[in-house]
RNA sequence: GCCCGGAUGGCGGAACUGGUAGACGCAAGGGACUUAAAAUCCCUCGCUCGUGAGAGUGUGCGAGUUCGAUUCUCGCUCCGGGCACCA
């Protein structure tokens, strides 16, 4: 073929990447096994839950997971890049109702499906490594940390008021209820009591807070929103005694400086102290209905609408311990009994929430706090003042300074004996129970004479029925099924019952980067010497969803894991990027939205090459990801222009010396300079923070210089060493990101070679520098003219030339020069 | 309300440590090739004025620091995200 057949050529993406496909899978390419004589890097993308068919967002995700794990292959590193399904869950089971089929068929079936579109997109995944969480291979493991983790007092029962979805027919933990609906299907959340297993995550608070320090390759968001979650805040602990009573009222307050503010008392109405005030109490009957109404508002309003503050004066009265002040008991809508002690000190003056509160009942407002040349009157405050100050009116406290005041406040608190310093936490326990059938059954078992009693390890796994026999469906609640829930005490051998509540699957989510270490280990949940070899994850990838959910419940899981043996590392992901979401026509590519692209279309029709390209060259991984199917083409056109220039030129560049000559004719040394730039470039932009959309522009700027300055015959001829440095320049570089293409030119260029042997390319500081730079000058600092000048020209000849130059003397011209200012390589500005 | 981000051409996005704003791609317009179209190749492309050379103006808005600000400081506006009667 000439050189003008290929002028036209579209390359034949399906047939190249079916075969590239092909070999990687038959060589095993990506399998990954310990060794010591290669660092190790292990890169993880969040493993996708298996709906049914890969979507965009997915696409994103993965590319830019094997963009990682393919370059430091190409670093020399030894990488660890495995894949998996979360794999339990509810939509298996609705479909399993709707279809009238199994939950594990429908799940099992979606898993090979998308297996094979993970595939057709070339990822570098050791499938050998594989694991789905559904399977009691994984999940029995997960049933031996539960027994190990209630061992050791970290599971524990206990029947509190749980989130109830009713649509999901399930407890959600506080974490999964987003604006009071759940976070799958929106439907609004309801209290109830009930009994369920719970992991302690509260005895890690204090480390899961601390270590957040640790996490500099984490997004700060991500670790801000963690700290929020996690909620720390000190303050003072602090009896009031009732008046005429034996029981002490307890508060919580961050603010102790404004105890000497203290007008009332707000308590919360499932505060358990309000039963004993209304004994003998003359408007029991009136404050009980109050309390009732509150009650049932509260089951009825999402918890976004905040409501008008409301309250009931309880007849009764505590007494500050600071100043024997007698202040009245309300009854309030606002305190919350599952925060502090469920009872909240009104200082109106200095708090915006009980200065409302006061004006609504008329209560008195008393300021203690005084900012710096302010005076503060009760009568004409119109809002709480929350700045600092010196307290006032506040005993032998007055005239301190607001925040000394706090320290010393307490310490005369705990002198006396009423209170003391205390710290609160807005994270609670997790939740673990689920009334579901689609999850990994919790091993323990209830016997009436010996209690409740855990699974002997050597019993597990506990697995899910598949029995036909229930009436309903194939995937009813374990409780419907007498097949699996009658057992035997394994304590004393008596009839027994099985727990019939499943884990929340955040639960097989928060180790599974642990099990790829050791996939397929039989003795216990961790092959610890590989554990410890292949963790923490050096780059763990997903969307900023799981910003607190999973990416909460890992770092506890860890620590667990650490405590239980397992593991010697405090924290499970060194580095963190959260990608954008993938956005078409202004919002989430989603079905109800009807906006979808489904990335089996683009394969088909541009390749996976192709498809991958864009998705990592419209914006950098951590924004947005606007969907723009123009866009796509251009990527397609790019690779084109490349497949034929490397098939027009491949003749020269197989028989072309591999060193560059000497002498270099000036657009040999353009293109070779060019070279080295783009290889500096592309490599910084990877190493420094993923951004592959400026990686990508800069070898695109490269293709462009190559075809420049070889295709114009009235040019200076260019040597096929430098063609040929080029051409294996761009498809090393490109090569993370469009495999397929770089492994069959390269195999094309090199007699078959493969590329997965090549290293990354190295760029050479002294070719990459410029011997002629464009110097601007400005005259007061607006940019009047350019100036060519050699790079390694001195200050004094720069500003000589400038000043001399044209266009900058028309501006001077008849001005006095008052200053020069020169910057090496940059500029010269001219002060008129 | 509090805490984080963000705002740059018609669009997605570039711009090192304060030093040529708009790289790269898309779209658009013009041209070459073609009977024609597609594909490919070449040129133009922030806005205003000007035939042109060029001049003015321009990175959400308003100030400030500086010889010089997309970049730093202060004050706003709008957009996105997180938390929220949290005591």
Same mark, same amino acid.
């Given at each position: 073929m000439s050189a003008k057949d290929y002028q036209e050529a579209v390359y034949d993406f399906q047939s190249i990447e079916e075969k590239w496909q092909d070999r990687w899978l038959k060589d095993a390419t990506y399998r990954v096994s310990t060794d010591k004589s290669k660092e190790k890097y292990y890169v993880l993308e969040?493993?996708?839950?298996?709906?049914g068919r890969i979507h965009m967002g997915h696409v994103r995700n993965y590319s830019i997971g094997d963009v990682v794990a393919r370059y430091k292959r190409f670093r020399g590193y030894n990488v660890l890049h495995p894949m998996g399904w979360d794999s339990f869950g509810l939509p298996a089971e609705n479909a399993a109702i709707k279809n009238n089929s199994h939950p594990a068929r429908w799940t099992y079936d979606n898993i090979d499906y998308m297996r094979n579109q993970l595939r057709q997109l070339g990822l570098s995944y050791d499938w050998e490594r594989e694991i789905a969480t559904c399977n009691p291979k994984y999940y029995r493991w997960e049933q031996q940390i539960f027994l190990e983790m209630y061992q050791k007092g970290l599971v524990y029962q206990q029947t509190t008021t749980v989130n109830w979805c009713e649509s999901c027919q399930t407890v959600l933990a506080n974490e999964q209820v987003i604006d009071g609906t759940c976070w799958r299907c929106d439907e609004t959340v309801k209290a109830r009591n009930m009994n369920g297993w719970f992991f302690k995550i509260t005895a890690y608070t204090e480390e899961l807070l601390a270590d957040l320090d640790k996490l500099s390759g984490w997004p700060e968001k991500v670790v801000t929103m963690q700290r929020n979650w996690i909620g720390k805040s000190t303050g003072l602990h602090c009896d009031f005694q009732v008046d005429g009573f034996e029981q002490k009222l307890s508060i919580f307050t961050t603010r102790p400086d404004t105890i000497f503010g203290v007008t009332f008392m707000s308590i919360a109405a499932e505060h358990p102290l309000l039963d004993t005030l209304l004994q003998d109490n003359p408007r029991a009957q009136e404050i009980r209905s109050f309390v009732q109404r509150l009650g049932d508002e509260k089951q009825q309003q999402s918890h976004e609408d905040l409501t008008e503050k409301e309250g009931i004066f309880t007849g009764c009265y505590c007494i500050n311990p600071f100043n024997g002040d007698k202040v009245p008991i309300f009854v309030a809508n606002f305190v919350l009994m599952g925060y502090g002690t469920g009872a909240v000190m009104a200082v109106p003056a200095h708090d915006q929430r009980d200065f409302e509160f006061a004006k609504k009942y008329q209560l008195p407002i008393k300021p203690v706090v005084l900012p710096k040349d302010t005076q503060l009157n009760s009568e004409e405050m119109t809002e709480a003042s929350v700045l600092p100050g010196a307290l006032t009116d506040s005993g032998k406290f007055s005239g301190i300074d607001s925040g000394a005041a706090q320290q010393a406040i307490i310490d005369f608190a705990a002198e006396q004996g009423f209170g003391s310093a205390h710290t609160t936490y807005r994270l609670r326990d997790w939740g673990?129970? #689920?009334?579901?059938?689609w999850g990994a059954p919790i091993p323990m078992v209830y016997c009436e004479k010996c209690g409740v009693q855990p699974v002997p390890?050597?019993?597990?796994?506990v697995t899910l029925p598949e029995d036909k026999?229930?009436?309903?469906?194939?995937?009813?609640?374990?409780?419907? #099924?007498p097949s699996f829930y009658e057992t035997s005490c394994p304590a004393c051998g008596g009839e027994a019952r099985r727990e019939t509540d499943t884990m929340d699957t955040f639960v097989e989510s928060s180790w599974y980067f642990a099990r790829y270490a050791s996939p397929r280990f039989t003795e216990s949940p961790l092959n610890k010497e590989e554990a410890s070899h292949w963790l923490p994850v050096d780059q763990y990838i997903g969307g900023v969803e799981h910003a607190i959910l999973h990416l909460l419940y890992s770092r506890f899981f860890t620590k667990v894991l650490r405590d239980l043996g397992y593991l010697d590392i405090d924290e499970p992901f060194t580095n963190l990027l959260t990608q954008g979401m993938v956005i078409k026509d202004g919002s989430k590519m989603s079905k109800s939205k009807g906006n979808v692209v489904d990335p089996s279309d683009l394969i088909k029709e541009y390749g996976a090459d192709t498809t991958r390209l864009f998705s990592l060259f419209a914006a950098p991984p951590e924004k947005d990801l606007e969907w723009n199917s123009k866009g796509v083409e251009g990527c397609f056109r790019f690779l084109n222009r490349i497949y034929r220039f490397v098939l027009a030129n491949q003749e020269s560049i197989i028989a072309a010396e591999q060193s560059i000559p000497v002498e270099l004719n000036k657009t040999e040394r353009g293109l070779h300079r060019k070279t080295h730039q783009t290889i500096k470039r592309v490599s910084n932009n990877i190493e420094q923070n993923f951004h592959f959309n400026t990686a990508i522009s800069a070898v695109m700027e490269l293709v462009n210089s190559l075809t420049a300055s070889t295709g114009d015959s009235s040019k200076e001829s260019v040597d096929n060493s430098v063609t040929c440095e080029a051409v294996r320049s761009i498809l090393l570089l490109l090569c993370p990101m469009v495999p397929h293409f770089c492994a069959e030119l390269w195999a094309i260029l090199h007699n078959g070679a493969s590329i997965d042997e090549e290293q990354w390319p190295k760029w050479d500081e002294e070719a990459a520098k410029e011997d002629e730079l464009t110097i601007v000058i400005q005259i007061n600092g607006k940019v009047r003219s350019r100036l060519q000048v050699a790079a390694d020209i001195d200050e004094t000849s720069l500003q000589a030339l400038a000043l001399a130059d044209e266009n900058a003397q028309k501006f001077i011209a008849g001005k006095t020069i008052r200053k020069t200012i020169v910057i090496q390589k940059k500029l010269v500005n001219i002060v008129v």
């Open positions: 969040m493993f996708p839950y298996p709906s673990i129970s #689920r009334q579901r059938y390890v050597n019993q597990l796994p026999e229930s009436q309903q469906s194939e995937c009813a609640p374990l409780h419907q #099924r």
